[in-house]
T-cell receptor, first 115, second 111 residues
């Protein structure tokens, strides 16, 4: 089955610790994305990558870092510099349609709680 | 900058039609999308419409696009309890590699 997997589903972290969220896709998509979702709010873009070894900051990149060493993988590190990291994190990948569409496919999400 | 707005909550009776509305500001939008999110899960793409279309129908779902008013709607016929979820509207522009999402509309279906 092709799809996007995120692990773990639930993650607990102590204040001051870095933590890495995993995202893997076997859809052969070039582009991958990380979003943050807070209760009652929409999705905010953290980072995105259009191709291996390249990535760009999204709207709320401060306190986060990413890498894109392989096409299939786009891990997100939440650093201690992120002041309010408790949230639901969603990873996505996309194909590009002729004419400019970017149909994004989402993973099941990781809920991060800082204790 | 680009913005997408949706009403936050909609309540309907089971068997009725639901209409979820969305407005956007980017006149260069080429594709508009509707996603569904069930509790604790990721987003599932329901349908999309290209900007040169006025309407698209897919089983119980009908998407209407008024490009002049930058207004998009999703109609769900014969709404069922399994349709209870948050529905997100999103848009993308040609040559722009990001989607802009609305805040989501929470649909509650009651007997």
């Amino acid at each position: 089955d092709g799809g996007i997997t995120q692990s773990p589903k639930y993650l607990f972290r102590k204040e001051g610790q870095n933590v890495t969220l995993s995202c893997e896709q076997n859809l052969n998509h070039d582009a991958m994305y990380w979003y943050r979702q807070d209760p009652g709010q929409g999705l905010r873009l953290i980072y995105y990558s259009q191709i291996v070894n390249d990535f760009q900051k999204g709207d709320i990149a401060e306190g986060y870092s990413v890498s894109r060493e392989k096409k299939e993988s786009f891990p997100l590190t939440v650093t201690s510099a992120q002041k309010n990291p408790t949230a639901f994190y969603l990873c996505a990948s996309s194909i590009q349609r002729a004419g400019g569409g970017h149909e994004q496919f989402f993973g099941p999400g990781t809920r991060l709680t800082v204790l | 900058g680009e913005d997408v707005e949706q009403s936050l909550f909609l309540s309907v009776r089971e068997g009725d039609s639901s209409v979820i509305n969305c407005t956007y500001t980017d006149s260069s939008s080429t594709y508009l999308y509707w996603y569904k999110q069930e509790p604790g899960a990721g987003l599932q793409l329901l349908t999309y419409i290209f900007s040169n279309m006025d309407m698209k129908q897919d089983q119980r779902l009908t998407v209407l696009l008024n490009k002049k008013d930058k207004h998009l709607s999703l109609r769900i016929a014969d709404t069922q309890t399994g349709d209870s979820a948050i529905y997100f509207c999103a848009e993308s522009s040609s040559g722009y590699n990001k989607l802009i999402f609305g805040a989501g509309t929470r649909l509650a279906v009651h007997p």
